[in-house]
């Protein structure tokens, strides 16, 4: 394709995280920019008001007239079904449609690349790497697939040639990418859908980092490549020493190849998060950025929207909000609940994303929520899923071994939670149940 003849992308789906984003860049760079989307969102009312054109639902009549074959290039994702009217409009007028992940690599591929993948805390580390190559003066355009609480938004824009991107295991997208340096956080069997089995997951892995120099891959301690570790547990290329809790935080000092730098500071909770501050420590030590000036910039990182986001505390009532919906990131996140708030008793509520991951890791999600004094379960966000027989809310609620546990709906849960005396309070998932915590929170304000 022939860059030089684009000067309109469409977005199908430009709602998304990763879509808004590359919205974003393409509006900065005074691209026309259109999208559709099955409903309105803070992200699309944003692009709005930036100077995008977003309509809602399948009404191939409100797609801009000028959007011509000639000048236009379509963006979609893996989640747009290909019974799609807008999709099939353009795809029978012969445009020009490229996945998410190709324009992302077509961005970066002429940049120095630093890609954040793994099947958890990959969000985290990207916006932290972002963040402190910003505030750093590094130059660094970062992409991001959250909100960055210090910017309010999933794009920093930077002059320059380095691109942050958080690389995405699903459909295999981060193949797309061809990084000057990678990170893998973790790598647990997750969208099986795409990849069958654990080992399937495992050699999308190897591919991403293959070809890559050892010395510019930055791994968590214990996977199975060669490359710079990093821990919090045990020796590694890269470690938090000395770790003491500070507030809902860390103190500690780290430890490089090098040399030891003393007394940083790390404001959220979990050692889950800390480990992610070290990977994005690595990385920008691998890109020649000298941690020593990095340190007063770590203690004001705010985090990422729906990362452990704490809505309402009053010392006696707590909500906190997370994106937690895999086993893994429920257990880390109740366990970060637990040491901020030790003695005190949970409330979840939970809203499983996918069918299929509902039914592969169904005994395993069970034992995760286990781990809650009480459970409040929502049904099945499906996503870009059909239902699969047999696969429900009530087939989850009924091997986890709590008490006090039922299944409730959107709907319903503002009322149920005014006969709820909690003291602790988190609302988990990936899916919409991120829209219930604004009218939480100015349930518990009142």
Known sequence: MRWDSI????????????????????????????????????????????????????????????????????????????????????????????KRAQLLGHITENTRCLAVAGTHGKTTTTALLGYVLDRARVGATSFLGGIAENYRSNLILNPGDITVVEADEYDRSFLQLRPAIACVTSMDADHLDTYETAAGVQRAFQAFVSGLDPARLVIQKGLPFKGLTYSTLESADYEAQNIRIQERGYRFDLKTPSRVVSD??????????????????????????????????????????????????????????????????????????????????????????????????????????SGLDRLLLLGVYPAREAPIEGVSAASLLDRVQIRDKRITTKRKLLNELKHIDFEVLVTMGAGDIGDLAAPIKRRLIR
């Open 7 to 98: 000067h309109k992308l469409y977005f199908i789906g430009i709602g998304g995280i990763g879509m808004s984003a590359l919205a974003r860049y393409f509006l900065a760079r005074s691209f026309r920019v259109a999208g559709c989307d099955r409903r309105e969102t803070a992200l699309t009312r944003q692009l709005a008001s930036a100077g995008c054109s977003v309509h809602y639902g399948e009404d191939v009549d409100q797609i801009p007239r000028d959007f011509d074959v000639s000048d236009t290039l379509v963006v979609t994702t893996p989640a747009i079904p290909r019974a799609h009217a807008v999709w099939c409009h353009f795809r029978d007028g012969g445009f020009r449609i490229w």
């Open 264 to 369: 940083w500071i790390w404001p959220l909770p979990g050692l889950y998060n800390l480990e992610n501050a070290l990977a994005a420590l690595a990385m920008a030590d691998v890109l020649g950025v000298d941690p020593e000036g990095l340190r007063p910039l770590l203690r004001e990182f705010k985090g990422v929207r729906r990362r452990f986001s704490v809505h309402y505390d009053d010392g006696k009532r707590i909500y906190i909000d997370d994106y937690a919906h895999h086993p893994r990131e429920i257990d880390s996140f109740l366990s970060a609940v637990r040491t901020c708030y030790p003695g005190k008793e949970i409330t979840g509520v939970f809203q499983p994303h996918l069918f299929s991951r509902t039914r592969d890791f169904i005994d395993d999600f069970a034992r995760a929520l």
